[in-house]
Protein backbone atom coordinates (compact mmCIF):
# COMPACT_ATOMS: atom_id res chain seq x y z
CA UNK A 1 0.00 0.00 0.00
CA UNK A 2 1.39 3.13 -1.06
CA UNK A 3 1.96 6.08 2.24
CA UNK A 4 0.54 9.57 2.90
CA UNK A 5 4.17 11.49 2.61
CA UNK A 6 3.18 13.69 5.34
CA UNK A 7 1.69 10.53 7.71
CA UNK A 8 3.47 10.48 11.04
CA UNK A 9 6.87 8.42 11.57
CA UNK A 10 6.09 4.73 13.11
CA UNK A 11 9.22 3.08 14.43
CA UNK A 12 8.20 0.06 13.91
CA UNK A 13 8.55 0.38 9.71
CA UNK A 14 10.98 -2.14 8.18
CA UNK A 15 13.63 0.17 7.44
CA UNK A 16 13.77 1.68 10.90
CA UNK A 17 13.77 -2.61 11.82
CA UNK A 18 17.13 -2.68 9.90
CA UNK A 19 18.32 0.50 11.42
CA UNK A 20 17.85 -0.83 15.12
CA UNK A 21 19.13 -4.55 13.40
CA UNK A 22 16.50 -6.34 14.26
CA UNK A 23 16.34 -7.42 10.61
CA UNK A 24 19.18 -8.15 8.28
CA UNK A 25 20.29 -6.40 5.31
CA UNK A 26 23.06 -6.96 2.70
CA UNK A 27 25.11 -3.45 4.06
CA UNK A 28 27.24 -1.54 1.63
CA UNK A 29 27.77 1.16 3.44
CA UNK A 30 27.32 2.79 7.08
CA UNK A 31 28.39 5.93 8.49
CA UNK A 32 27.06 9.08 11.17
CA UNK A 33 24.29 9.70 9.04
CA UNK A 34 23.25 7.45 6.14
CA UNK A 35 23.00 3.39 5.97
CA UNK A 36 23.15 1.80 1.95
CA UNK A 37 21.80 -1.98 1.27
CA UNK A 38 20.85 -4.04 -1.77
CA UNK A 39 17.26 -3.68 -2.40
CA UNK A 40 15.46 -6.71 -1.35
CA UNK A 41 13.58 -7.73 -4.55
CA UNK A 42 16.35 -5.45 -7.13
CA UNK A 43 14.26 -3.93 -10.57
CA UNK A 44 18.07 -3.49 -12.18
CA UNK A 45 21.14 -5.88 -12.02
CA UNK A 46 22.10 -3.24 -9.20
CA UNK A 47 19.69 -1.71 -6.79
CA UNK A 48 20.79 0.02 -3.78
CA UNK A 49 18.42 1.67 -1.15
CA UNK A 50 20.40 4.83 0.97
CA UNK A 51 18.20 5.87 3.68
CA UNK A 52 19.10 8.44 6.24
CA UNK A 53 19.65 7.23 10.18
CA UNK A 54 17.24 9.87 11.33
CA UNK A 55 13.75 9.23 11.49
CA UNK A 56 12.11 10.86 8.33
CA UNK A 57 8.97 9.40 6.78
CA UNK A 58 9.71 10.71 2.73
CA UNK A 59 12.03 13.24 1.07
CA UNK A 60 9.26 15.95 2.28
CA UNK A 61 9.94 15.53 6.03
CA UNK A 62 13.89 15.14 5.00
CA UNK A 63 14.31 17.83 3.38
CA UNK A 64 12.17 20.16 6.21
CA UNK A 65 13.15 18.70 9.17
CA UNK A 66 16.58 17.47 8.98
CA UNK A 67 19.43 19.37 10.01
CA UNK A 68 22.05 21.15 7.57
CA UNK A 69 24.54 18.29 8.43
CA UNK A 70 21.89 15.57 8.28
CA UNK A 71 21.08 16.74 5.08
CA UNK A 72 24.95 17.19 3.68
CA UNK A 73 26.37 14.36 5.25
CA UNK A 74 22.60 11.52 3.59
CA UNK A 75 23.65 13.51 -0.16
CA UNK A 76 27.63 12.83 0.56
CA UNK A 77 26.65 9.44 1.04
CA UNK A 78 24.51 8.69 -1.26
CA UNK A 79 27.23 9.69 -3.84
CA UNK A 80 30.05 7.77 -2.02
CA UNK A 81 28.10 4.78 -2.78
CA UNK A 82 27.58 4.80 -6.26
CA UNK A 83 31.29 6.23 -6.72
CA UNK A 84 32.65 2.55 -4.23
CA UNK A 85 30.12 0.51 -6.67
CA UNK A 86 31.60 2.04 -9.77
CA UNK A 87 29.02 3.67 -11.17
CA UNK A 88 30.17 7.10 -12.11
CA UNK A 89 31.51 6.28 -15.50
CA UNK A 90 28.43 3.99 -17.06
CA UNK A 91 26.38 6.16 -14.80
CA UNK A 92 22.85 5.45 -12.53
CA UNK A 93 19.61 6.47 -11.71
CA UNK A 94 18.35 7.77 -8.14
CA UNK A 95 14.87 7.59 -6.99
CA UNK A 96 13.04 9.02 -4.20
CA UNK A 97 9.51 8.01 -4.07
CA UNK A 98 7.14 10.18 -2.16
CA UNK A 99 3.78 9.61 -1.32
CA UNK A 100 0.95 8.27 -3.05
CA UNK A 101 0.95 8.82 -6.58
CA UNK A 102 4.64 7.84 -6.57
CA UNK A 103 3.87 4.66 -4.67
CA UNK A 104 5.86 5.27 -1.53
CA UNK A 105 5.69 1.70 0.28
CA UNK A 106 7.98 1.94 3.03
CA UNK A 107 7.63 4.63 5.35
CA UNK A 108 11.40 5.81 6.15
CA UNK A 109 13.09 7.98 3.17
CA UNK A 110 15.28 6.19 0.85
CA UNK A 111 16.77 7.06 -2.00
CA UNK A 112 16.71 3.96 -4.76
CA UNK A 113 20.31 3.44 -6.95
CA UNK A 114 19.53 1.59 -9.66
CA UNK A 115 22.36 0.38 -12.60
CA UNK A 116 23.93 -2.03 -14.39
CA UNK A 117 22.16 -1.44 -17.98
CA UNK A 118 20.76 1.08 -20.13
CA UNK A 119 18.00 1.94 -17.66
CA UNK A 120 15.43 3.31 -20.36
CA UNK A 121 12.58 5.65 -20.32
CA UNK A 122 12.50 7.43 -17.18
CA UNK A 123 9.07 6.53 -16.61
CA UNK A 124 6.48 4.08 -17.45
CA UNK A 125 4.60 5.11 -20.71
P1 LIG B 1 9.33 2.31 -2.44
O1 LIG B 1 8.28 1.72 -3.33
O2 LIG B 1 8.81 2.62 -1.05
O3 LIG B 1 10.03 3.47 -3.08
O4 LIG B 1 10.46 1.21 -2.32
C1 LIG B 1 10.57 0.31 -1.26
C2 LIG B 1 11.66 -0.65 -1.61
O5 LIG B 1 12.03 -1.34 -0.44
C3 LIG B 1 11.25 -1.71 -2.64
O6 LIG B 1 12.13 -1.63 -3.76
C4 LIG B 1 11.37 -3.02 -1.87
O7 LIG B 1 11.83 -4.09 -2.67
C5 LIG B 1 12.33 -2.67 -0.77
N1 LIG B 1 12.17 -3.45 0.45
C6 LIG B 1 11.01 -3.71 1.10
N2 LIG B 1 11.24 -4.44 2.20
C7 LIG B 1 12.58 -4.65 2.25
C8 LIG B 1 13.41 -5.34 3.17
O8 LIG B 1 12.98 -5.92 4.16
N3 LIG B 1 14.75 -5.35 2.90
C9 LIG B 1 15.28 -4.71 1.79
N4 LIG B 1 16.59 -4.79 1.63
N5 LIG B 1 14.50 -4.06 0.91
C10 LIG B 1 13.16 -4.02 1.14
Redesign the pocket.
Known amino acids: M ?2 DATQPYDDNN ?2 AR ?1 LRGE ?1 P ?2 TVYDDEFALA ?7 APL ?1 I ?1 VIPKGAYVSWDDFSARASDAEIAGFVRAVGQVARDAGLVVPGYRL ?3 TGLD ?5 PHL ?1 V ?1 IFAGKKLGPMLAR
Request: net charge negative.
Open positions: PIIFILSKFHDINPQHLLANSHQEVHH
